[in-house]
């Protein structure tokens, strides 16, 4: 299933495919509506999302309610659970531990970052790794790295839904990973050898990091650093995907860009992600996605193949 569309030549320097994140969220949405559906009929309920907020930060707050609306939008059950700014790291816990043994719930994401005083790392192992939706938890990265099945986290996820899409079997391509955090870096680079690629993991210390993307058929761009990644560095025909989000000041506005220098480099690309549009919409509907995966396998049943 193709979800890449062509640009209109209004541009004649325009020569690379837009990835539409946003459209190929859209149509897995539907699929995973359907098998949501399926799952209410034969298992007697349906997949339950807890989301769990700490804190008022306002963009928090944003990706909080868009995750349960979109949980709800395909079928699921949308548990919010909103804790006070200056909420206590046992208190934290007490909560996950009972969402660990409800039922109803079968994914858990706690809103990262959370407030200074509370350690996040002893949080996110405090989660079943079962429920782990958000794919953080030391085991299931431990499973990715091993490849063996498991939760998966949900940018990384995304990026490589959208590849598989723009360019098919990904077997035998020279991929370049710009950034190596726990977050995205380091599983998109296990998740493309998983594919049979040949992965170089750069960042922003990498020596002659022109000349490495410059080599790569598939460039993922993670590094959180406005248009570092120029545009003649591209490889001709390349797939670009830009997991930048990045805001600048332009003519005395805001503008959101990418890790990747886009004008330029869609003359290069044979297909690249646009910031945004490109992979952020990928990342809830990959939590939706994890979260019914998450209550197949709680229940013993086969996990439908959505993409």
């Not at 320097?13 to 990835?19: D, F, L, P, T």
């Not at 298992?43 to 309610?65: E, F, I, M, Q, T």
């Not at 208190?91 to 009972?98: A, H, P």
């Not at 805001?247 to 945004?276: C, M, N, Y």
Request: aromatic letters at 2%; proline letters at 6%; a negative charge.
């Amino acid at each position: 299933m193709s979800t890449t569309t062509t640009v209109p030549q209004e541009d004649a320097r325009m020569s690379a495919r837009i990835i539409d994140g946003k459209a190929y969220a859209a149509g897995l949405g539907e699929r995973i509506a359907a098998s949501v559906s399926a799952l209410a009929e034969t298992a007697g309920n349906p997949p339950g999302l807890a989301v769990v907020l700490v804190g008022n930060d306002p963009a928090s707050g944003v990706y909080v309610r868009n995750k349960g609306k979109t949980a709800r939008k395909v079928g699921m059950v949308s548990f919010e659970h909103v804790m006070p700014e200056d909420a206590t790291q046992g208190e934290l816990m007490k909560l996950i531990g009972e969402l660990n043994t409800d039922d109803a719930v079968d994914g858990i994401l706690v809103q990262l970052p959370l407030p200074a005083h509370l350690d996040s790392l002893a949080v996110i192992d405090a989660i079943d790794p079962s429920k782990d939706v958000d794919g953080l938890h030391p085991l299931n990265a431990g499973r990715l790295a091993s490849g063996l099945p498991g939760l998966v986290s949900c940018t990384p996820l995304g990026c490589l839904m959208l590849l598989r899409a723009a360019r098919g079997n990904l077997s035998g391509l020279d991929a370049i990973v710009v950034g190596r955090s726990i977050l995205v870096g380091k599983p998109i680079a296990q998740l493309l050898l998983a594919e049979n690629c040949t992965v170089t993991v750069a960042h922003s210390r990498t020596r002659a990091l022109a000349a490495k993307v410059a080599a790569a058929d598939i460039v993922v761009a993670a590094v959180g650093q406005p248009e570092m990644i120029k545009g003649d560095w591209i490889k001709p025909g390349a797939t670009v995907i830009d997991v930048g989000i990045n805001r600048v000041e332009r003519d005395g506005k805001t503008a959101l860009v990418g890790d990747v220098e886009f004008d330029v480099a869609s003359q290069h690309a044979g297909a690249i992600t646009p910031v945004p549009g490109g992979v952020g919409p990928m990342t809830i509907m990959s939590l939706i996605h994890n979260t019914l995966v998450a209550a197949y396998m709680r229940r013993g049943l086969a996990v439908p193949q959505l993409w």
